[in-house]
Protein backbone atom coordinates (compact mmCIF):
# COMPACT_ATOMS: atom_id res chain seq x y z
CA UNK A 1 0.00 0.00 0.00
CA UNK A 2 1.74 3.34 -1.24
CA UNK A 3 1.11 6.90 0.45
CA UNK A 4 -0.85 8.50 -2.49
CA UNK A 5 1.14 11.72 -3.45
CA UNK A 6 -1.02 12.99 -5.89
CA UNK A 7 -3.18 15.45 -3.25
CA UNK A 8 -1.84 19.18 -4.21
CA UNK A 9 -0.90 21.36 -0.70
CA UNK A 10 -3.59 23.80 -2.19
CA UNK A 11 -6.28 20.98 -1.89
CA UNK A 12 -5.23 20.53 1.46
CA UNK A 13 -5.42 24.00 2.34
CA UNK A 14 -8.65 24.93 1.61
CA UNK A 15 -10.60 21.45 1.98
CA UNK A 16 -13.34 21.64 4.77
CA UNK A 17 -16.09 19.23 5.48
CA UNK A 18 -19.46 20.34 4.67
CA UNK A 19 -21.37 18.87 7.65
CA UNK A 20 -19.92 18.97 11.53
CA UNK A 21 -19.70 16.01 13.69
CA UNK A 22 -23.44 16.69 15.15
CA UNK A 23 -24.89 16.31 11.71
CA UNK A 24 -22.75 13.24 11.48
CA UNK A 25 -24.10 11.20 14.14
CA UNK A 26 -27.35 12.56 13.46
CA UNK A 27 -26.82 11.21 10.08
CA UNK A 28 -25.88 7.56 11.86
CA UNK A 29 -29.48 8.30 13.68
CA UNK A 30 -31.26 8.52 10.73
CA UNK A 31 -29.55 5.89 8.27
CA UNK A 32 -28.81 2.95 10.03
CA UNK A 33 -30.98 0.23 11.48
CA UNK A 34 -32.13 1.17 14.81
CA UNK A 35 -31.60 -1.99 16.35
CA UNK A 36 -28.27 -2.68 14.86
CA UNK A 37 -25.55 -2.90 17.74
CA UNK A 38 -23.30 0.10 17.52
CA UNK A 39 -21.24 0.33 20.89
CA UNK A 40 -20.03 -1.99 22.84
CA UNK A 41 -18.37 -1.97 25.92
CA UNK A 42 -16.13 -5.03 26.78
CA UNK A 43 -13.87 -5.48 30.73
CA UNK A 44 -12.95 -8.61 32.74
CA UNK A 45 -16.62 -10.58 33.41
CA UNK A 46 -17.34 -9.87 29.63
CA UNK A 47 -19.81 -8.07 28.12
CA UNK A 48 -20.70 -5.09 30.54
CA UNK A 49 -22.81 -2.82 28.26
CA UNK A 50 -23.95 -2.21 24.80
CA UNK A 51 -26.05 0.56 23.09
CA UNK A 52 -28.06 -0.21 19.66
CA UNK A 53 -28.52 2.78 17.68
CA UNK A 54 -31.98 3.64 18.40
CA UNK A 55 -29.92 3.49 22.35
CA UNK A 56 -27.04 5.67 21.23
CA UNK A 57 -29.83 8.19 19.19
CA UNK A 58 -32.15 8.73 22.64
CA UNK A 59 -28.97 8.80 25.00
CA UNK A 60 -26.45 11.29 23.33
CA UNK A 61 -29.85 13.82 22.38
CA UNK A 62 -31.10 13.56 25.94
CA UNK A 63 -27.75 14.41 27.10
CA UNK A 64 -27.30 17.34 24.36
CA UNK A 65 -30.22 18.88 25.35
CA UNK A 66 -30.38 18.30 29.32
CA UNK A 67 -26.65 20.56 29.22
CA UNK A 68 -28.34 23.72 27.12
CA UNK A 69 -31.29 23.08 29.78
CA UNK A 70 -28.81 22.97 32.42
CA UNK A 71 -27.68 26.29 31.04
CA UNK A 72 -24.83 25.69 28.75
CA UNK A 73 -24.82 27.80 25.52
CA UNK A 74 -23.53 26.55 22.22
CA UNK A 75 -19.69 27.52 22.67
CA UNK A 76 -19.33 26.78 25.49
CA UNK A 77 -16.46 24.11 27.25
CA UNK A 78 -17.29 21.09 28.54
CA UNK A 79 -14.68 19.14 30.28
CA UNK A 80 -14.75 15.05 29.66
CA UNK A 81 -13.30 13.52 33.44
CA UNK A 82 -13.02 10.12 32.75
CA UNK A 83 -11.81 6.49 31.85
CA UNK A 84 -12.70 4.64 28.89
CA UNK A 85 -16.19 3.30 28.97
CA UNK A 86 -19.47 4.24 27.01
CA UNK A 87 -20.36 7.08 28.59
CA UNK A 88 -17.43 8.94 27.46
CA UNK A 89 -18.40 8.52 24.22
CA UNK A 90 -21.95 9.11 24.68
CA UNK A 91 -21.02 12.41 26.28
CA UNK A 92 -18.52 13.35 23.36
CA UNK A 93 -21.10 12.78 20.68
CA UNK A 94 -23.71 14.51 22.82
CA UNK A 95 -21.55 17.68 22.94
CA UNK A 96 -21.49 17.67 18.91
CA UNK A 97 -24.72 17.72 18.52
CA UNK A 98 -25.08 20.69 21.15
CA UNK A 99 -22.44 22.38 19.64
CA UNK A 100 -20.35 22.20 22.85
CA UNK A 101 -16.82 22.56 23.24
CA UNK A 102 -15.15 18.82 23.79
CA UNK A 103 -12.41 19.19 26.62
CA UNK A 104 -10.05 16.07 27.61
CA UNK A 105 -9.13 15.77 31.02
CA UNK A 106 -5.96 13.70 31.99
CA UNK A 107 -7.58 11.54 34.49
CA UNK A 108 -4.09 10.51 36.21
CA UNK A 109 -4.04 14.70 37.05
CA UNK A 110 -3.64 16.04 40.50
CA UNK A 111 -5.48 18.26 42.17
CA UNK A 112 -3.44 21.66 41.25
CA UNK A 113 -2.81 20.04 37.34
CA UNK A 114 -6.66 19.11 37.41
CA UNK A 115 -7.66 23.18 38.35
CA UNK A 116 -5.26 24.54 35.91
CA UNK A 117 -6.82 23.14 33.42
CA UNK A 118 -10.42 23.68 34.06
CA UNK A 119 -9.66 27.05 34.39
CA UNK A 120 -7.59 27.50 31.22
CA UNK A 121 -9.99 25.67 29.08
CA UNK A 122 -13.25 27.61 30.54
CA UNK A 123 -14.62 24.78 31.06
CA UNK A 124 -18.24 25.65 31.96
CA UNK A 125 -19.27 22.18 33.03
CA UNK A 126 -17.17 19.26 33.77
CA UNK A 127 -18.87 15.49 33.18
CA UNK A 128 -16.73 13.20 35.92
CA UNK A 129 -16.94 9.67 37.14
CA UNK A 130 -17.34 9.17 40.47
CA UNK A 131 -14.01 7.65 41.02
CA UNK A 132 -12.21 11.54 40.45
CA UNK A 133 -14.89 13.08 42.58
CA UNK A 134 -12.63 13.72 45.58
CA UNK A 135 -9.96 15.50 43.54
CA UNK A 136 -12.57 17.41 41.79
CA UNK A 137 -14.26 18.39 45.28
CA UNK A 138 -10.72 19.56 46.66
CA UNK A 139 -10.61 22.23 43.83
CA UNK A 140 -14.11 22.72 42.92
CA UNK A 141 -14.46 26.12 44.52
CA UNK A 142 -11.28 27.70 43.14
CA UNK A 143 -12.81 27.06 39.45
CA UNK A 144 -13.82 30.50 38.01
CA UNK A 145 -15.64 29.31 35.21
CA UNK A 146 -17.10 25.74 36.01
CA UNK A 147 -20.81 26.22 37.24
CA UNK A 148 -22.72 22.43 35.91
CA UNK A 149 -21.11 19.13 36.92
CA UNK A 150 -22.42 15.83 35.72
CA UNK A 151 -21.83 12.50 37.66
CA UNK A 152 -20.92 8.96 36.39
CA UNK A 153 -22.05 6.22 38.80
CA UNK A 154 -21.74 2.63 38.99
CA UNK A 155 -24.02 3.11 42.41
CA UNK A 156 -26.75 5.74 41.72
CA UNK A 157 -24.83 7.64 44.75
CA UNK A 158 -24.38 10.90 43.26
CA UNK A 159 -22.78 14.20 44.84
CA UNK A 160 -25.29 16.69 46.68
CA UNK A 161 -23.68 19.39 43.90
CA UNK A 162 -23.72 16.93 40.44
CA UNK A 163 -26.93 16.08 38.33
CA UNK A 164 -26.94 12.52 37.43
CA UNK A 165 -25.47 11.21 34.08
CA UNK A 166 -28.72 8.36 34.18
CA UNK A 167 -31.18 10.80 34.34
CA UNK A 168 -29.64 12.85 31.62
CA UNK A 169 -29.66 10.52 29.20
CA UNK A 170 -32.85 8.19 30.38
CA UNK A 171 -35.19 12.09 30.42
CA UNK A 172 -36.50 12.91 27.53
CA UNK A 173 -37.88 12.43 23.68
CA UNK A 174 -35.01 11.48 22.27
CA UNK A 175 -35.54 13.23 19.33
CA UNK A 176 -32.70 15.14 17.07
CA UNK A 177 -32.05 18.91 18.49
CA UNK A 178 -33.52 21.97 16.47
CA UNK A 179 -30.31 23.03 16.12
CA UNK A 180 -27.80 24.76 13.23
CA UNK A 181 -24.05 23.63 13.12
CA UNK A 182 -21.40 24.52 11.43
CA UNK A 183 -18.10 23.07 10.26
CA UNK A 184 -16.35 25.56 12.22
CA UNK A 185 -17.96 24.55 15.52
CA UNK A 186 -14.59 23.60 17.39
CA UNK A 187 -13.03 20.58 19.32
CA UNK A 188 -10.31 20.83 22.03
CA UNK A 189 -7.83 18.55 22.74
CA UNK A 190 -5.40 19.48 25.67
CA UNK A 191 -1.81 17.92 25.11
CA UNK A 192 1.42 18.41 27.43
CA UNK A 193 2.94 19.60 24.78
CA UNK A 194 6.85 20.66 24.06
CA UNK A 195 6.85 23.50 26.57
CA UNK A 196 5.65 25.22 29.74
CA UNK A 197 2.10 24.00 31.24
CA UNK A 198 -0.89 21.86 29.01
CA UNK A 199 -2.11 23.87 26.14
CA UNK A 200 -5.45 23.57 24.14
CA UNK A 201 -5.34 22.58 21.08
CA UNK A 202 -8.03 24.36 19.09
CA UNK A 203 -9.93 22.10 16.06
CA UNK A 204 -12.61 23.48 13.91
CA UNK A 205 -14.60 20.27 13.58
CA UNK A 206 -14.25 20.36 9.16
CA UNK A 207 -10.88 20.45 9.42
CA UNK A 208 -10.20 18.53 12.16
CA UNK A 209 -11.96 15.75 10.30
CA UNK A 210 -9.80 15.52 7.02
CA UNK A 211 -6.80 14.35 9.66
CA UNK A 212 -9.12 11.78 11.23
CA UNK A 213 -12.32 11.07 8.27
CA UNK A 214 -10.51 8.33 6.35
CA UNK A 215 -11.16 4.98 6.12
CA UNK A 216 -8.75 3.02 8.18
CA UNK A 217 -7.99 0.44 5.49
CA UNK A 218 -7.76 3.37 3.69
CA UNK A 219 -5.71 5.74 5.52
CA UNK A 220 -4.38 7.92 2.93
CA UNK A 221 -6.84 8.48 0.77
CA UNK A 222 -9.01 11.94 1.64
CA UNK A 223 -11.80 12.01 3.96
CA UNK A 224 -15.21 12.07 2.47
CA UNK A 225 -16.44 15.89 2.67
CA UNK A 226 -20.37 14.69 2.11
CA UNK A 227 -22.57 12.73 4.56
CA UNK A 228 -22.93 11.07 0.43
CA UNK A 229 -19.93 10.70 -0.01
CA UNK A 230 -19.60 8.93 3.99
CA UNK A 231 -21.91 6.17 2.25
CA UNK A 232 -23.25 4.83 5.93
CA UNK A 233 -24.80 1.69 5.05
CA UNK A 234 -28.25 1.17 6.01
CA UNK A 235 -27.61 -2.25 7.77
CA UNK A 236 -24.64 -0.85 9.49
CA UNK A 237 -20.75 -1.33 9.28
CA UNK A 238 -19.03 -4.47 9.18
CA UNK A 239 -15.60 -3.20 10.50
CA UNK A 240 -15.64 -3.28 14.28
CA UNK A 241 -12.80 -1.21 15.55
CA UNK A 242 -11.32 -2.00 19.19
CA UNK A 243 -10.48 1.59 21.39
CA UNK A 244 -7.19 0.50 23.40
CA UNK A 245 -5.92 4.06 23.49
CA UNK A 246 -6.93 6.49 26.74
CA UNK A 247 -10.11 8.76 25.56
CA UNK A 248 -8.76 11.38 26.90
CA UNK A 249 -5.67 11.43 24.43
CA UNK A 250 -6.73 12.41 20.48
CA UNK A 251 -5.78 9.22 18.82
CA UNK A 252 -7.74 7.23 20.91
CA UNK A 253 -11.40 9.40 20.66
CA UNK A 254 -11.07 10.38 17.42
CA UNK A 255 -10.65 7.13 15.60
CA UNK A 256 -13.26 6.22 17.85
CA UNK A 257 -16.23 9.40 16.96
CA UNK A 258 -14.84 8.72 13.19
CA UNK A 259 -16.08 4.74 13.09
CA UNK A 260 -19.18 5.90 14.39
CA UNK A 261 -19.38 8.44 11.89
CA UNK A 262 -18.95 5.37 9.47
CA UNK A 263 -21.83 3.44 10.94
CA UNK A 264 -19.26 0.99 12.13
CA UNK A 265 -19.33 -0.17 15.99
CA UNK A 266 -17.23 0.51 18.52
CA UNK A 267 -15.52 -1.96 21.30
CA UNK A 268 -14.57 -0.25 23.98
CA UNK A 269 -12.09 -1.54 26.66
CA UNK A 270 -13.47 -0.75 30.52
CA UNK A 271 -10.17 -2.02 32.25
CA UNK A 272 -7.93 0.13 34.29
CA UNK A 273 -5.05 -1.87 33.14
CA UNK A 274 -3.75 -3.18 29.87
CA UNK A 275 -4.80 -6.28 29.85
CA UNK A 276 -3.13 -8.03 26.67
CA UNK A 277 -4.62 -11.09 26.44
CA UNK A 278 -8.09 -9.95 27.49
CA UNK A 279 -7.05 -7.69 24.14
CA UNK A 280 -6.18 -10.41 21.86
CA UNK A 281 -9.60 -12.94 23.32
CA UNK A 282 -11.27 -9.47 22.08
CA UNK A 283 -10.36 -9.67 19.05
CA UNK A 284 -11.21 -12.69 18.59
CA UNK A 285 -14.47 -12.46 20.20
CA UNK A 286 -15.64 -9.57 18.12
CA UNK A 287 -14.51 -10.03 14.88
CA UNK A 288 -11.99 -6.80 15.18
CA UNK A 289 -11.28 -5.26 11.94
CA UNK A 290 -8.95 -2.65 13.42
CA UNK A 291 -7.19 -1.98 16.32
CA UNK A 292 -5.09 1.62 17.27
CA UNK A 293 -2.36 1.44 19.80
CA UNK A 294 0.66 3.56 20.82
CA UNK A 295 3.60 2.00 19.73
CA UNK A 296 6.13 -0.85 22.13
CA UNK A 297 4.03 0.16 25.19
CA UNK A 298 1.02 -1.87 23.42
CA UNK A 299 2.95 -3.78 20.88
CA UNK A 300 5.01 -5.57 23.44
CA UNK A 301 2.97 -7.09 25.75
CA UNK A 302 0.95 -8.36 23.06
CA UNK A 303 3.84 -9.80 21.49
CA UNK A 304 4.41 -11.31 24.38
CA UNK A 305 1.54 -12.93 24.88
CA UNK A 306 1.42 -13.96 21.39
CA UNK A 307 4.61 -15.81 21.84
CA UNK A 308 4.23 -17.17 25.17
CA UNK A 309 0.58 -18.68 23.89
CA UNK A 310 1.15 -19.92 20.46
CA UNK A 311 -2.25 -20.65 18.41
CA UNK A 312 -4.24 -19.66 20.88
CA UNK A 313 -5.55 -16.64 19.34
CA UNK A 314 -6.66 -16.58 15.59
CA UNK A 315 -6.68 -12.71 15.13
CA UNK A 316 -7.98 -14.13 11.49
CA UNK A 317 -10.70 -10.49 11.33
CA UNK A 318 -7.93 -8.24 12.07
CA UNK A 319 -6.89 -6.74 9.20
CA UNK A 320 -5.48 -2.98 10.24
CA UNK A 321 -4.08 -2.31 13.13
CA UNK A 322 -2.70 1.40 13.20
CA UNK A 323 0.23 2.62 15.77
CA UNK A 324 0.96 6.48 16.29
CA UNK A 325 1.82 8.81 19.59
CA UNK A 326 5.35 6.86 19.92
CA UNK A 327 7.74 4.61 18.68
CA UNK A 328 6.79 0.80 17.30
CA UNK A 329 10.35 -1.27 16.97
CA UNK A 330 10.35 -3.48 13.45
CA UNK A 331 11.17 -6.43 16.07
CA UNK A 332 7.76 -5.94 17.18
CA UNK A 333 6.30 -5.38 14.10
CA UNK A 334 8.20 -8.21 12.57
CA UNK A 335 6.67 -10.32 15.32
CA UNK A 336 2.77 -9.06 15.56
CA UNK A 337 2.86 -10.20 11.37
CA UNK A 338 4.64 -13.40 12.61
CA UNK A 339 1.55 -14.21 14.77
CA UNK A 340 -1.53 -12.50 12.63
CA UNK A 341 -0.12 -12.78 8.72
CA UNK A 342 -3.03 -10.86 7.16
CA UNK A 343 -2.10 -7.83 8.78
CA UNK A 344 -1.77 -4.47 7.34
CA UNK A 345 0.60 -2.61 10.33
CA UNK A 346 0.16 1.42 9.41
CA UNK A 347 2.61 3.07 11.89
CA UNK A 348 1.91 6.75 11.60
CA UNK A 349 3.69 9.92 12.82
CA UNK A 350 1.23 12.91 14.27
CA UNK A 351 0.88 15.09 17.01
CA UNK A 352 -2.44 17.20 18.44
CA UNK A 353 -1.22 20.16 16.67
CA UNK A 354 -1.18 18.65 12.84
CA UNK A 355 -2.30 15.43 10.67
CA UNK A 356 0.15 12.94 10.04
CA UNK A 357 3.80 14.04 8.43
CA UNK A 358 4.99 10.38 7.83
CA UNK A 359 3.88 6.77 7.93
CA UNK A 360 5.36 3.16 7.34
CA UNK A 361 2.90 0.73 5.87
CA UNK A 362 4.40 -3.22 6.82
CA UNK A 363 2.97 -6.44 5.63
CA UNK A 364 4.34 -10.11 6.84
CA UNK A 365 6.31 -9.79 3.37
CA UNK A 366 8.28 -6.49 4.52
CA UNK A 367 11.55 -6.30 5.51
CA UNK A 368 11.75 -5.65 8.80
CA UNK A 369 15.57 -6.19 9.49
CA UNK A 370 16.94 -2.61 9.32
CA UNK A 371 18.74 -1.86 13.22
CA UNK A 372 17.18 1.63 12.88
CA UNK A 373 13.82 0.72 12.01
CA UNK A 374 11.44 0.58 8.99
CA UNK A 375 11.96 4.18 7.25
CA UNK A 376 8.84 6.19 6.84
CA UNK A 377 7.59 8.03 3.86
CA UNK A 378 6.79 11.94 4.09
CA UNK A 379 2.68 12.35 3.86
CA UNK A 380 1.33 15.00 0.97
CA UNK A 381 0.95 17.54 3.47
CA UNK A 382 4.61 17.14 4.80
CA UNK A 383 7.78 19.27 4.12
CA UNK A 384 11.20 19.39 5.36
CA UNK A 385 12.63 22.10 6.24
CA UNK A 386 16.18 23.90 7.83
CA UNK A 387 16.25 26.73 10.48
CA UNK A 388 16.10 29.03 8.19
CA UNK A 389 12.46 27.91 7.15
CA UNK A 390 14.20 26.65 3.71
CA UNK A 391 12.73 23.20 1.80
CA UNK A 392 15.77 20.54 2.46
CA UNK A 393 15.84 18.26 -0.75
CA UNK A 394 15.01 14.74 -0.29
CA UNK A 395 19.08 13.79 -0.51
CA UNK A 396 20.49 11.10 1.29
CA UNK A 397 22.15 12.62 4.33
CA UNK A 398 19.89 15.55 4.51
CA UNK A 399 18.46 16.59 8.01
CA UNK A 400 15.83 19.10 9.09
CA UNK A 401 12.84 19.53 10.59
CA UNK A 402 9.21 18.45 9.61
CA UNK A 403 6.48 21.01 9.17
CA UNK A 404 2.66 19.58 8.24
CA UNK A 405 0.44 21.85 5.82
CA UNK A 406 -3.47 21.63 5.50
CA UNK A 407 -5.48 19.82 8.11
CA UNK A 408 -3.91 21.57 11.13
CA UNK A 409 -5.63 23.58 13.88
CA UNK A 410 -6.37 27.80 14.82
CA UNK A 411 -3.85 27.35 17.27
CA UNK A 412 -3.49 26.99 21.34
CA UNK A 413 -6.08 28.43 23.33
CA UNK A 414 -5.67 31.93 25.13
CA UNK A 415 -1.94 31.34 23.81
CA UNK A 416 -1.10 33.65 20.92
CA UNK A 417 2.69 33.62 21.44
CA UNK A 418 2.91 29.47 21.00
CA UNK A 419 0.72 29.55 18.69
CA UNK A 420 2.60 31.62 16.58
CA UNK A 421 6.03 29.72 17.21
CA UNK A 422 4.14 26.32 15.97
CA UNK A 423 1.96 27.83 13.56
CA UNK A 424 3.98 29.42 10.59
CA UNK A 425 2.90 31.11 6.89
CA UNK A 426 5.57 29.73 4.85
CA UNK A 427 5.00 31.63 0.92
CA UNK A 428 1.51 31.62 2.07
CA UNK A 429 0.82 28.42 2.80
CA UNK A 430 0.02 27.59 6.92
CA UNK A 431 2.30 24.87 8.83
CA UNK A 432 2.03 23.45 11.67
CA UNK A 433 5.95 22.48 13.23
CA UNK A 434 5.83 19.46 15.83
CA UNK A 435 9.04 19.33 16.22
CA UNK A 436 10.26 15.96 14.54
CA UNK A 437 13.37 16.24 12.92
CA UNK A 438 14.54 13.22 10.18
CA UNK A 439 17.16 12.41 7.90
CA UNK A 440 16.57 11.78 3.99
CA UNK A 441 17.32 8.29 3.08
CA UNK A 442 18.43 7.73 -0.74
CA UNK A 443 14.83 6.32 -1.33
CA UNK A 444 13.51 9.96 0.03
CA UNK A 445 12.22 8.14 2.97
CA UNK A 446 13.39 9.50 6.37
CA UNK A 447 14.61 8.19 9.51
CA UNK A 448 13.11 10.41 12.72
CA UNK A 449 16.22 11.35 14.86
CA UNK A 450 13.94 12.86 17.61
CA UNK A 451 12.60 16.10 18.84
CA UNK A 452 14.68 19.56 18.86
CA UNK A 453 14.13 19.84 22.15
CA UNK A 454 14.18 18.13 25.87
CA UNK A 455 10.57 16.40 26.19
CA UNK A 456 10.18 12.87 26.93
CA UNK A 457 7.76 10.78 25.37
CA UNK A 458 6.62 7.90 27.91
CA UNK A 459 3.74 5.70 27.18
CA UNK A 460 2.95 8.48 24.73
CA UNK A 461 2.50 11.06 27.55
CA UNK A 462 4.65 13.86 26.55
CA UNK A 463 6.37 14.94 29.99
CA UNK A 464 7.99 18.26 30.34
CA UNK A 465 11.37 17.66 32.44
CA UNK A 466 11.36 21.48 34.13
CA UNK A 467 7.83 20.40 36.10
CA UNK A 468 9.74 17.34 37.62
CA UNK A 469 12.69 19.33 38.33
CA UNK A 470 10.75 22.07 40.18
CA UNK A 471 8.74 19.20 42.46
CA UNK A 472 12.06 17.41 43.11
CA UNK A 473 13.90 20.85 43.88
CA UNK A 474 11.53 21.23 46.71
CA UNK A 475 12.71 18.30 48.89
CA UNK A 476 15.17 19.84 51.53
CA UNK A 477 17.61 16.79 50.40
CA UNK A 478 17.74 17.35 46.89
CA UNK A 479 20.29 19.92 45.82
CA UNK A 480 20.22 19.92 42.60
CA UNK A 481 18.75 17.57 39.63
CA UNK A 482 17.93 16.93 35.94
CA UNK A 483 15.14 14.57 34.28
CA UNK A 484 16.04 13.19 31.33
CA UNK A 485 14.38 10.21 29.07
CA UNK A 486 16.64 6.83 28.79
CA UNK A 487 15.12 4.50 26.12
CA UNK A 488 12.87 1.84 26.87
CA UNK A 489 11.78 -0.98 25.08
CA UNK A 490 7.93 -0.75 26.07
CA UNK A 491 7.26 2.96 26.62
CA UNK A 492 9.77 4.09 24.25
CA UNK A 493 11.27 6.25 27.15
CA UNK A 494 11.34 5.83 30.99
CA UNK A 495 11.79 9.41 33.49
CA UNK A 496 15.00 9.05 34.18
CA UNK A 497 15.94 11.64 37.63
CA UNK A 498 19.71 12.83 38.14
CA UNK A 499 20.24 14.05 41.22
CA UNK A 500 22.50 15.88 43.18
CA UNK A 501 21.81 15.44 47.11
CA UNK A 502 22.35 17.98 50.06
CA UNK A 503 25.02 16.86 52.08
CA UNK A 504 23.85 13.97 55.00
CA UNK A 505 20.87 13.45 52.78
CA UNK A 506 20.26 9.50 52.49
CA UNK A 507 20.31 7.65 48.65
CA UNK A 508 16.87 6.86 49.10
CA UNK A 509 15.29 6.47 45.91
CA UNK A 510 11.62 5.71 46.73
CA UNK A 511 11.84 9.04 48.97
CA UNK A 512 12.46 10.98 45.50
CA UNK A 513 9.40 8.65 44.01
CA UNK A 514 7.31 9.10 46.63
CA UNK A 515 7.71 13.28 46.76
CA UNK A 516 7.08 13.38 42.99
CA UNK A 517 3.99 10.88 42.77
CA UNK A 518 2.45 13.23 46.04
CA UNK A 519 2.31 16.21 43.59
CA UNK A 520 2.19 14.80 40.02
CA UNK A 521 0.85 12.29 38.11
CA UNK A 522 1.71 8.75 38.77
CA UNK A 523 3.30 8.60 34.77
CA UNK A 524 5.54 11.64 35.69
CA UNK A 525 7.31 9.94 38.29
CA UNK A 526 11.03 8.66 37.47
CA UNK A 527 11.09 5.18 36.61
CA UNK A 528 15.07 5.34 37.59
CA UNK A 529 16.87 7.81 39.98
CA UNK A 530 20.45 8.34 40.01
CA UNK A 531 23.18 10.52 42.48
CA UNK A 532 25.74 11.88 40.88
CA UNK A 533 28.82 14.40 43.16
CA UNK A 534 27.72 17.21 40.14
CA UNK A 535 24.93 17.92 38.00
CA UNK A 536 25.79 18.10 34.41
CA UNK A 537 25.51 21.91 33.58
CA UNK A 538 27.74 24.32 31.84
CA UNK A 539 30.06 26.93 32.63
CA UNK A 540 27.14 29.61 32.62
CA UNK A 541 25.12 26.89 34.48
CA UNK A 542 23.12 26.24 31.37
CA UNK A 543 21.55 21.93 31.62
CA UNK A 544 23.41 20.02 29.95
CA UNK A 545 20.78 17.26 29.24
CA UNK A 546 22.64 15.25 26.60
CA UNK A 547 25.86 14.63 28.87
CA UNK A 548 23.08 13.85 31.74
CA UNK A 549 21.40 11.21 28.97
CA UNK A 550 24.86 9.75 28.05
CA UNK A 551 26.05 9.50 31.72
CA UNK A 552 22.15 7.64 32.77
CA UNK A 553 21.98 5.49 29.55
CA UNK A 554 25.61 3.89 30.41
CA UNK A 555 25.11 3.96 34.52
CA UNK A 556 21.90 1.88 33.99
CA UNK A 557 23.21 -0.10 31.11
CA UNK A 558 26.06 -1.09 33.63
CA UNK A 559 23.75 -1.74 36.24
CA UNK A 560 21.22 -4.01 34.03
CA UNK A 561 18.59 -1.87 33.70
CA UNK A 562 18.96 -0.13 30.18
CA UNK A 563 16.14 -0.78 27.72
Given amino acids: MDIPRNISVQTLQVRKMAINFGGMFDNVDRVVDPDFTLVYEEGL ?91 LSAIRAQ ?19 SHSFDESVQSGSGEPLDIERSSS ?43 TELNVPPQGGKNKTLTLLPFMHGSGVWSSLASIGYGDPVVVMRSKRFDPALTLATIDKYGIANATIAGDAFAKPLVDELEANPGKYELATLKG ?5 MLFSSRNKALFLKHCPGLTVIDIVGSSESSASAASIATRESDLSQSRGLPMHLTPAATVFDENWNTVEAKAGNTGFLAVSGAIPIGYYKDEEKTAQTMTVVDGVRYSRPGDWVEFQEDGSVIFLGRGNVSINTGGEKVLPEEIEVTLRSHPDV ?34 KAHVRQELADYKVPKHVLFVPEIFRSAAGKADYKMTTDYAVRILEEAGKGG
Wanted: proline share 4%; hydrophobic share 40%.
Fill in 45 to 135: DGLLRSLTVSQFKQQTNNMARSLLTMGCEPGDKVAIYMRNRLEYLVATVALAKARLVHVNVNYRYKAGELAYLLDNSDSRCVIFESEFADT
Fill in 143 to 161: LSSAAYFVEVTDDNLEQSW
Fill in 185 to 227: DQFFMYTGGTTGMPKGVMWEQGVLWNMIGPNPLTPFSPAPQTL
Fill in 321 to 325: LRSSA
Fill in 479 to 512: ADCLIIGVPDDRFGQAITAVIRLGSNAGQDEEVF
